[in-house]
């Protein structure tokens, strides 16, 4: 029986995407969660890379890591896309958009990348202009094979800190500038950071020493792209950790 390893972070969407694509195949592999530092095992040959998490080892020796690699190993051939025009398609759209009349591993993904800004960030106001993502999002959620790795999943109702005093709309009547400026788009909300004190590591108590009573939030910052280009995942996976940590 095929081995897939884990780490042991329910809410990782990486893990999801994985266990979802799984759900959708005849026979489920065994699973074995392990730290993130990697796996305490042998290295696979040297024709293949170094196992990360999630890594599945199919046989003895024989080693597929990587979410995506797992992901299509995993799941059965309809969700791979129909022939090779259909495969193409998927890993195509894998990060912009969804294809086909059918769930496939795009749908996986993204649902899964979406997963915790559904469930904390984006409230009723925030969803009403996107009535249709949030009708494919409960869709695949709400699936049999989803479900049994997700659990219910529930739409935020709130946004967490939306009792907080908002800050001062920004003025936008002059012109923009020609580039990004940090100091133009943080204007207005910079000194209401400030204010609540979300630069102090002492948040919610007096001293860092101290137990924080509303809990540890931690998020890790990828390492920069080894190939030193820009692509749509930065603006995936940046945008999701920028609305958890601000909101």
């Not at 949030?134 to 699936?143: A, E, K, Y």
């Amino acid at each position: 029986m095929p081995t897939l390893y884990l780490s042991p972070h329910p809410d990782n969407f990486q893990n999801q995407r994985v266990l979802i694509a799984a759900r959708y195949a005849p026979t489920l592999p065994e699973v074995v969660e392990l730290p993130e530092q990697g796996l305490p095992l042998q290295p696979p040959a040297a024709s293949c890379p170094l196992p990360k998490l999630p890594a599945l080892e199919s046989r003895p020796g024989v080693w597929v890591s990587g979410p995506a690699a797992v992901a299509h190993l995993l799941c059965p051939e309809r969700l791979r896309g129909q022939g090779p025009a259909g495969g193409a398609l998927v890993q195509q759209w894998l990060r912009t958009y969804l294809v086909a009349e059918a769930v496939t591993l795009a749908d996986v993904t993204v649902a899964c990348a979406l997963l915790l800004p559904y469930k904390y960030v984006l409230d009723p106001p925030s969803r009403a202009p996107y009535p249709n993502v949030t009708r494919w999002f409960l869709t695949c959620v709400n699936q049999p094979q989803f479900q049994a790795v997700l659990g219910p999943v529930k739409l935020c109702e709130q946004a967490r800190g939306g009792d907080a005093p908002k800050p001062k709309t920004q003025d936008v009547t002059g012109p923009m500038p020609d580039a990004y400026s940090p100091q133009y788009v943080e204007a207005a909300w910079y000194p209401w950071w400030e204010s609540q004190g979300f630069f102090k590591p002492e948040y919610g108590r007096q001293r860092v020493s101290e137990p924080n009573p509303k809990g540890l939030f931690m998020m890790c910052i990828p390492p920069p792209n080894v190939t030193g280009s820009l692509h749509l995942g930065h603006a995936l996976t940046n945008a999701i950790q920028d609305a958890l940590t601000r909101w």
